[in-house]
C-alpha cells in the first residue's frame, strides 16, 4: 500500500487548498477513503471520510461548510478541496484507507495557514 499526499503549502486565511491522494498497491475503488490531519502534540484527527463510491461524505464540525472531500477511482486518487481556510487548519494532512490498511500512512503534506 502506497500513499502519496500533495497539493499542500502556504496560504493566507480565507484563501482554498486541493490536497490531492495517489493511492496504489491496492483496489482502491473497493474502500471508503479519509483525510486526518495532526499537529504536532496532538492526537491526528479525521477530517473528512468518503465512501468507496462517493455517494456518502462525512465531515467533522470543524471543516463542515468549508472542506469537501472526492474521489476519481479512475485514477486511483482522492482530493481534499479546502475553502475558507483558518489558521487553525495548519497542519499536516494525511489519507488512510480503513481497516485492513489503516497502518498504511503517507508522508502528509503541509499546510500553513497565516499571513
Known amino acids: 500500500v502506497q500513499l502519496v499526499e500533495s497539493g499542500g503549502g502556504l496560504v493566507q486565511p480565507g484563501g482554498s487548498l486541493r490536497l490531492s491522494c495517489a493511492a496504489s498497491?491496492?483496489?482502491?475503488?473497493?474502500?471508503?477513503m479519509r483525510w486526518y490531519r495532526q499537529v504536532p502534540g496532538k492526537e491526528r484527527e479525521l477530517v473528512a471520510a468518503?465512501?468507496?463510491?462517493?455517494?456518502?461524505?462525512n465531515y467533522a464540525d470543524s471543516v463542515k461548510g468549508r472542506f469537501t472531500i472526492s474521489r476519481d477511482n479512475a485514477k486511483n486518487t482522492v482530493y481534499l478541496q479546502m475553502n475558507s481556510l483558518k489558521p487553525e487548519d495548519t497542519a499536516v494532512y494525511y489519507c488512510?484507507?480503513?481497516?485492513?490498511?489503516?497502518?498504511?500512512w503517507g508522508q502528509g503534506t503541509q499546510v500553513t495557514v497565516s499571513l
Open positions: 498497491g491496492f483496489t482502491f475503488r473497493s474502500y471508503a
Open positions: 468518503i465512501t468507496s463510491g462517493g455517494g456518502s461524505r
Open positions: 488512510n484507507a480503513p481497516y485492513p490498511l489503516s497502518g498504511s
